[in-house]
């Protein structure tokens, strides 16, 4: 099963950037289908972005599309989450997931589409 680590997380102000990395324990490329959700207490996790299986389609949730960038380094493989004109609504704990789902990305919006999960990192984002 491949293991999943977060990292990057932090406090930042209103409109400062941030980049997140989650590094799986083995190739993803063609094999997994990776996110990044995001969660605050007292609320579901939600969706910020997937990356299909094969890495050419990605699908951002509406409200991070235009500062919010998924890109993937398989050379080290790893997933980054590339955060821009951060809002107090982005703050929460962010977690990596994958699963070996065939789906395009705009069909695993939902954290139970997703198998493997990381620990999470909180993200912070003060006005």
């Known amino acids: 099963q491949v293991q999943l680590v977060e990292s990057g997380g932090g406090s930042v102000q209103v409109g400062e950037s941030l980049r997140l990395s989650c590094t799986a324990s083995?190739?993803?490329?063609?094999?997994?289908?990776m996110a990044w959700f995001r969660q605050v207490p007292g609320k579901e996790r939600e969706v910020v972005a997937v990356?299909?299986?094969?890495?050419?389609?990605?699908h951002y949730a509406d409200s991070v599309k235009g500062r919010f960038t998924a890109f993937s380094d398989h050379a080290k493989n790893m997933v980054n989450l590339q955060m821009e004109n951060l809002k107090p609504e982005d703050t929460g704990v962010y977690y990596c997931?994958?699963?070996?789902?065939?789906?395009?990305?705009?069909?695993?919006?939902?954290?139970?589409?997703?198998?493997?999960w990381g620990q999470g990192t909180q993200v912070t984002v003060s006005s």
């Open positions: 990356v299909g299986w094969t890495g050419s389609s990605i």
């Open positions: 997931a994958a699963d070996k789902s065939r789906l395009p990305a705009m069909m695993l919006t939902s954290e139970d589409r997703f198998s493997f």
């Open positions: 083995e190739r993803t490329l063609n094999r997994y289908a």
